[in-house]
């Protein structure tokens, strides 16, 4: 079936470094890709999407290509803050059919000063 | 007030209670979603609904079941709680494949 795997975390950056998490997915057809944060004690927000290959999606400094012949959305930011600290999630909806959601199961991102 | 509200926020059970855990939402949207999260596994799809007669199982629907009260409203229940449903539980919505979903702030359960 369809399935999101990303880079295990944790991650620990000190403050300005730059981020890479990596995402790959396996589905059928033209799924959309998702990241989403979950910030210390909230639901998630998306951060970015993108819907068709070679997209780009980008917000507050990241950003993610979508890559159909590697199959991957890596997220990439080039300078991170302490704000930064969160739980990333990159996420599909697959296409045809019972559409629905599907998630990666998350890197922990802290941030130090 | 909040896209999608959870009620309520935390919880504590005993083992073998019925409980149940609601989603109301704001967004006008017909897709609803309740999910769970435990550390190191993410986010696991427990049920989703597209409309308010159309409700589908997910990847771990044992021991869990929903109601779609109406568009907005979404309701899960758990009738017999056990431990390992200890977890942060998430409902979500959204309007179509290729836009954002809108999550609650999220449910804790702890079944003891």
């Known amino acids: 079936g369809d399935s999101v795997t990303q880079m295990e975390g944790p991650v620990t950056l000190s403050e300005e470094a730059f981020l890479t998490i990596n995402c790959t997915y396996t589905?059928?057809?033209?799924?959309?890709l998702f990241w989403y944060v979950q910030y210390p004690g909230e639901g998630l927000q998306l951060l970015l999407k993108?819907?068709?290959?070679?997209d780009k999606g980008s917000n507050k400094g990241f950003e993610a290509t979508y890559r159909k012949e590697t199959t991957s959305f890596h997220l990439e930011k080039g300078s991170v803050q302490v704000s930064d600290s969160a739980v990333y999630f990159c996420?599909?909806?697959?296409?045809?059919?019972?559409?629905?959601?599907?998630f990666g199961k998350g890197t922990k991102l802290t941030v130090n000063p | 007030d909040a896209d999608v509200t959870q009620t309520p926020r935390n919880r504590i059970t005993k083992t073998g209670k019925r409980i149940m855990l609601e989603c109301s939402q704001t967004?006008?949207?017909?897709?609803m979603y309740w999910y769970r999260q435990d550390p190191g596994l993410g986010l696991r799809l427990i049920y989703y609904?597209?409309?308010?007669?159309?409700?589908n199982k997910g990847e771990i629907s044992d021991g869990y079941s929903v109601s779609r009260q109406a568009q907005a409203k979404f309701s899960l229940s758990l009738e017999s709680a056990i431990p390992n449903q200890t977890a942060l539980y998430f409902c979500?919505?959204?309007?179509?494949?290729?836009?954002?979903?809108?999550f609650g702030q999220g449910t804790r359960l702890t079944v003891v």
């Open positions: 979500a919505t959204s309007d179509g494949t290729r836009t954002e979903a809108f």
């Open positions: 589905a059928t057809g033209y799924p959309s």
């Open positions: 993108a819907t068709k290959a070679d």
């Open positions: 996420a599909l909806v697959t296409q045809g059919g019972s559409e629905k959601l599907v």
């Open positions: 967004k006008g949207h017909d897709r």
């Open positions: 609904s597209f409309d308010v007669k159309d409700i």
